[in-house]
DNA sequence: AACTTGCGCAACCGCCAGTCG
DNA sequence: GCGACTGGCGGTTGCGCAAGT
């Protein structure tokens, strides 16, 4: 008899994480930094088991991932690194920091392998996809990475309505303020029980997420093409900026 | 309009390796 | 050396949604 998973365990909550459990999770890690996972559910009250927390950091809410469709380049990426590795998407991920394996893995398994097997069938001696020579031009492609705007914002479990209200919700009951900053063109931002940082340039708000002070948008434009945001920051980001009138687009400065 | 099918993707499952007492 | 435990990884599942009939 082996022994209990630790997802076994009654009164663990299974399924899609809520706005709320995503909350308590990014504030916790960005206290305690990612690890000892353990110790999550135990210190946040997340019904979730510490593989569950970890999981959910590492192929969501980890600052810098990047979303939506993939990029021809990372498409030939990825069909080289997987000649190479084979199924290690871990070992693949290495090299687009900004997707996660389980993106990379699932990109896989619904398109790549499809497209390939077809281009096999159809032309066996096509080129390869992409010729690269080691690591270090891999790592460094010449290749601009694409506007925010072509980012998908629809990936979130919930829709965007519920996502504010609970949000919003929790953020007033759980006593903390709401805090509008009004700097040149600037923000709202939500203090949700970790200190609000305000300096002459930035602001950070749900102790997570820093969006930078600036007169003109187009500098913020130019920003946020080079500053992939996860879904729940582009939500929090949204909310900013409904809230303080300000184009969306934006950039937010990463977590560490 | 109602139903079916296929797709995309978040999340789960099970295994393995490393660490620690 | 051994067992318990944790974190990491790859494979798989299941749900929601869009497209097709």
New binding site residues.
């Given amino acids: 008899m ?2 209990s ?4 365990k009654v009164g663990i ?5 809520t706005p709320e459990e995503d909350i308590v999770l990014v504030s916790y890690v960005q206290k305690h930094g ?7 559910p135990v210190n946040t009250g997340l019904m ?5 927390c ?3 950091w ?3 809410l980890r600052p810098g991932i990047k ?3 993939f990029t021809p380049h990372e498409e030939g990426l990825i069909v080289h690194l997987q000649s190479m ?10 090299y687009l920091p900004q997707r ?4 990379i ?3 896989w ?3 790549l392998k ?1 497209k390939i097997s077809k281009n096999q069938a159809e032309d066996v001696c096509h080129e390869p996809v992409l010729r690269y020579c080691n690591t270090d031009q891999i790592r460094n492609p010449d290749v601009s990475t694409p506007p925010m705007s072509n980012l ?1 914002s ?4 919930s ?1 965007a309505e519920n996502i504010s209200r609970l949000l919003i919700g929790w953020t007033r009951s759980s006593g903390n303020q709401v805090v509008k900053v009004d700097q040149g063109s600037c923000h709202s931002v939500f203090n949700q029980g970790l200190p609000l940082q305000e300096s002459s340039s930035e602001a950070t708000f749900c102790g997570a997420l820093t969006l930078p002070f600036h007169d003109d948008h187009e500098n913020l434009r130019l920003e946020a093409e080079h500053q992939p945001l996860t ?1 729940l920051e582009n939500w929090l980001l949204d909310e900013a900026v409904a809230q303080a009138d300000i184009p969306a687009g934006l950039c937010l400065d990463g977590m560490y």
Avoid: E
Avoid at 5 to 8: K, R, T, V
Avoid at 85 to 94: D, M, P, Q, R, V
Avoid at 154 to 157: G, N, P
């Fill in positions: 082996g022994r998973l630790c997802c076994d909550k299974k399924g899609p994480w990612p690890g000892n996972w353990r110790s999550v979730r088991c510490s593989k569950s970890r999981l959910r590492t192929n969501y979303r939506g469709n590795l084979g199924n290690k998407w871990a070992a693949i991920a290495s996660t394996d389980n993106d893995k699932n990109y398994n619904t398109h499809k998908s629809t990936t979130y479990a829709s879904v």
